[in-house]
């Protein structure tokens, strides 16, 4: 890590410590979800994120917004609000969402217009390891690849869902999944009915 | 002999024009299933709206109404089509919780605009069965939305003004237009 580097990271820590004196002691009238110990893997994907690239973060976002030059002072006044879990400042193009998984299809959306319009920015999504299980961030990843949309998606994996352990709740065995898939692509039947025109009477 | 009275038929034509109306806005986009190719009675009145506004979803509802609140953050006024009211609530999730949402969150500083069209399915002269003949009109309706409003078309008189509306408004809310199937062959 550069000093530039370590003087963000000490940065970061403080902001949080902060904050979770500030909840301590009772101002904050809403949950909150404190970062640490990630801030060297987060340094390094926010030097590729253009201040003018879209994030999309989730409960836990205080590192991605600082991140992304959101101002310290604005973010503590947001959190001290109660808005910690929908940090959103759509002047820095910063949108997170209480819900699990709930903003990856809007990133994708954003990333469809963006490539539509021929803009430069991207955008960048956050996601747990427990929603980067589910079914919404697997069809938002197919369908970006396939359609070259300009998203990247940022797993974060600590290993746990609020307490519940990401692998013990899936399942932790290796074997490989039994899938029979059959080409069927001839079909003189429309998708219903008959292909004949019906009078019913 | 007596002479047979033909019924005008307007429900579906004033789909088709308020469609056309909405397709004049080069920031709409439609989207949906059986937008790009044929399969239900809403591909019909798509037929004038140009291929470059047209964009056929794979079938995940769910990702498809983040991707038109994504679209709208972007700029554009997204037309989320669903063929049946039934297949609508498989998007509750982002409709509730971020659509509706948002604009709280943010304190009224994002507005995302997005129409969404669904029809309650036909039942005559096949009754297509309970999981796609539902109308949660009144459910939608008691759910206390504060920026999306639920508009069912009951009559071809609505149609037009309704869609109207649903892009011009100052207001910045989103509607979703409810249609019924079998009126396309009886008002």
């Known amino acids: 890590m550069t000093k530039e580097d370590l003087a963000i990271k000490e940065g970061l820590i403080k902001f949080e410590d902060e904050i979770a004196e500030i909840f301590t002691a009772g101002k904050v009238p809403a949950p909150i979800h404190l970062s640490d110990n990630n801030e060297d893997q987060l340094i390094e994907i926010f030097k590729k994120v253009d201040k003018k690239d879209w994030v999309f973060s989730t409960h836990r976002s205080h590192y991605h917004a600082l991140l992304h030059g959101i101002s310290k002072e604005w973010l503590r006044e947001e959190i001290i609000r109660g808005n910690s879990i929908t940090v959103c400042n759509p002047e820095h193009h910063f949108y997170s969402s209480g819900i699990v998984g709930g903003a990856t299809p809007i990133a994708l959306g954003v990333a469809m217009g963006l490539k539509r319009d021929g803009a430069k920015e991207h955008v960048w999504v956050f996601v747990g390891d427990m929603a980067a299980e589910g079914g919404v961030y697997h069809e938002a990843v197919s369908y970006a690849a396939k359609n070259d949309l300009p998203i990247t998606f940022v797993v974060e994996d600590n290993g746990i869902s609020t307490n519940t352990p990401t692998k013990k709740a899936w399942g932790e065995s290796t074997s490989a999944p039994r899938i029979i898939r059959y080409e069927h692509k001839k079909t003189k039947y429309p998708h219903y009915g008959s292909g004949k025109w019906v009078t019913f009477g | ?187």
């Open chain 2, 1 to 187: 002999m007596e002479k047979m009275e033909k019924k005008e038929l307007k429900y579906k034509n004033e789909l088709t024009r308020a469609t056309d109306y909405l397709a004049k806005n080069p920031k709409t986009i439609f989207l949906g299933q059986s937008v790009v190719y044929p399969g239900n009675s809403i591909f019909k009145t798509l037929e004038n709206v140009p291929a470059n506004q047209k964009i056929e979803m794979p079938v995940f509802e769910e990702t498809q109404m983040g991707m038109c609140i994504g679209l709208a953050l972007a700029g554009y006024i997204p037309v989320s089509i669903y063929p049946r009211f039934n297949f609508l609530l498989l998007a509750m999730n982002q409709l509730v919780n971020h659509l509706d949402k948002l604009p709280v969150i943010t304190r009224g500083k994002v507005r995302p605009r997005v129409i969404i069209r669904t029809a309650i399915g036909s039942e005559r002269p096949l009754f297509p069965g309970v999981q796609h003949s539902g109308d949660y009109t009144d459910a939608f309706k008691a759910l206390g939305l504060t920026n999306i409003d639920i508009v069912r078309l009951d009559e071809p008189d609505q149609i037009f003004v309704a869609y109207k509306k649903a892009l011009e408004r100052a207001d910045g809310k989103s509607t979703v237009l409810i249609e019924y199937g079998d009126y396309y062959n009886e008002k």
